[in-house]
């Protein structure tokens, strides 16, 4: 079996790829990073090394190409591809997109591409971007054999610090659920993952409690002058700022899908422990990345609260301190961050949230938030 994966970074090589090789696939990595795709090509295999435990995995059969300058070899390994899997950033998805369509054009059989990003519908907006790239007439053709069924993937991989460009350190819990009603042929054959008839519920549990926990600890941390993940949890304050803005999302997923309220906690619990990892170095500017978009509509911490604000008609004290922090994450180094000040310089941080979370000017959130920054 054949994959191509776009995005030979953190999530491409220390999850999908090892997951696509333990399936037996052989695996086309395509980026835009010459120095990893030049190692790809000449070792072939790297190196995933699972965070405290002291084992570590191979993964073969791997190769890479440059999304630019490889463009038709790129084309030729969709053709004759069986998966396409991404991992490159939401905000990739639209440049990766009219390459991909000219693969999945010629191709001739069936095959499914899953956008593994950690947004909602990530296939979906994938599938949209392609679309865009093609007549009518071509989108037809595509649909009766590209599926492009949503996931959602779960796996903390930090960025790395290893001499070995290719190797990756990977903490070793992980989960990937794709959603079954957007397959088309069979199911791709990886034991790795687990098919769902409806992915609603998993993707906003995961992203609503790993990734809200994960952010609120890293603006917070910021906040507090810390550098790692695992420093900031172990402040006992934010820890528990931490686990307030995780009952509050807790709430909101209990009354959407009736979870039941003891074993989500234990999730909580058991998340929370992912982040004190002793032996995964991840800083809280990898954790904050892009603050615009964890401050935008669909995301993290503005969802749940609106979500949280409408259901029980009082805002959540917590997701709205973290929103708070993350309007002075300003890390010069992070483009979004440096965009987001420049915002709040100019309109002020309330109207700047206002504007990025796309909120009404009297929407109780903004209000709350207005109060949290007094
Ligand atoms: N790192 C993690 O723990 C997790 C990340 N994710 C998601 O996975 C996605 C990737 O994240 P990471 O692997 O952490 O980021 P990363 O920055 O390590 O990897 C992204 C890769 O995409 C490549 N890329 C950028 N533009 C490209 C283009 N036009 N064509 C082909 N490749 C291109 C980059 O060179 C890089 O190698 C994101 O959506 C993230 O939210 C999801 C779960 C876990
Ligand atoms: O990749 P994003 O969306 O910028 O957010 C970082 C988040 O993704 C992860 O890398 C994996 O879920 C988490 O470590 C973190 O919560």
Same mark, same amino acid.
């Given at each position: 079996?054949k994959a191509?994966h776009?995005g ?5 090589r220390?999850f999908i790829?090892?997951?696509l ?5 052989d695996t086309?990595f ?9 190692? %790809?090509n000449?070792k ?7 965070a ?14 440059h ?7 790129v084309?030729?390994a969709?053709?004759e591809?069986?998966? +396409? ?13 009219? %390459?991909?369509a000219?693969?999945l054009?010629?191709?001739?059989g069936?095959?499914n591409?899953?956008?593994?990003e950690?947004?909602?519908?990530g296939s #979906?907006?994938?599938?949209? #971007?392609v ?6 007439e071509e989108?037809h ?11 959602a993937?779960?796996r903390?991989?930090?960025?790395q ?7 990756v350190?990977?903490e070793?819990?992980?989960?990937w ?9 069979t $199911?791709?054959?990886i ?7 409806d992915l609603?519920?998993? +993707? ?9 926990g994960?952010?609120?600890?890293a603006?917070?941390g ?16 934010i820890?528990e700022?931490v686990?307030?803005? %995780?009952?509050?999302?807790g709430?909101v ?10 074993q ?15 032996d ?5 500017t990898?954790?904050g990345?892009?603050?615009? $978009?964890?401050?935008?509509k669909e995301d993290?911490?503005v969802?749940p609260?609106s979500?949280?604000?409408?259901l ?5 004290s ?7 922090a993350a309007?002075?994450?300003?890390v010069?180094s992070d483009?979004?961050?440096v965009?987001?000040?420049e %915002?709040?310089e ?7 949230f $206002? ?13 709350a938030?207005?109060e949290?920054l007094q």
């Amino acid at each position: 079996m054949k994959a191509v994966h776009f995005g030979a970074g953190n999530i491409g090589r220390g999850f999908i790829g090892a997951l696509l090789a333990d399936a037996k696939f052989d695996t086309v990595f395509v980026d835009v990073n010459q120095e990893l795709i030049q190692e %790809l090509n000449e070792k072939n295999s790297y190196t995933v090394e699972l965070a405290g435990t002291g084992e570590a995995e191979t993964v073969t059969g791997v190769s890479g190409l440059h999304s630019q300058a490889d463009e038709e070899k790129v084309v030729q390994a969709i053709v004759e591809a069986d998966l +396409i899997t991404t991992a490159v950033g939401p905000h990739v998805l639209a440049m990766i997109a009219p %390459l991909l369509a000219k693969g999945l054009l010629k191709k001739q059989g069936t095959a499914n591409v899953i956008a593994c990003e950690n947004v909602i519908g990530g296939s #979906h907006i994938l599938k949209k #971007h392609v679309w865009e790239a093609l007549t009518e007439e071509e989108q037809h053709q595509v649909n009766q054999k590209i599926g492009f069924p949503n996931a959602a993937v779960d796996r903390i991989v930090p960025d790395q610090t290893n001499d070995d460009l290719l190797t990756v350190k990977v903490e070793p819990y992980y989960e990937w659920v794709v959603e079954t009603k957007d397959i088309h042929g069979t $199911r791709p054959d990886i034991s790795g993952i687990t098919y769902v008839d409806d992915l609603e519920p998993y +993707i906003e549990r995961k992203l609503f409690t790993v990734n809200t926990g994960h952010a609120a600890t890293a603006y917070l941390g910021y906040q507090y002058g810390y550098k790692q993940v695992k420093e900031a949890i172990s402040d006992d304050a934010i820890k528990e700022k931490v686990k307030g803005a %995780l009952s509050e999302t807790g709430a909101v997923l209990i009354e959407k899908y009736g979870f039941e309220r003891d074993q989500h906690h234990q999730y909580i619990e058991k998340i929370i422990s992912r982040f004190e990892n002793p032996d995964l170095l991840d800083e809280v500017t990898r954790v904050g990345r892009a603050p615009m $978009r964890k401050l935008s509509k669909e995301d993290r911490l503005v969802k749940p609260a609106s979500e949280f604000t409408a259901l029980f008609n009082e805002t959540p004290s917590h997701l709205v301190e973290v929103i708070a922090a993350a309007l002075q994450y300003d890390v010069t180094s992070d483009q979004e961050a440096v965009q987001l000040q420049e %915002l709040v310089e100019k309109e002020g941080p309330v109207e700047a949230f $206002r504007e990025v979370a796309e909120l009404e000017k009297d929407h109780l959130l903004v209000k709350a938030v207005q109060e949290q920054l007094q």
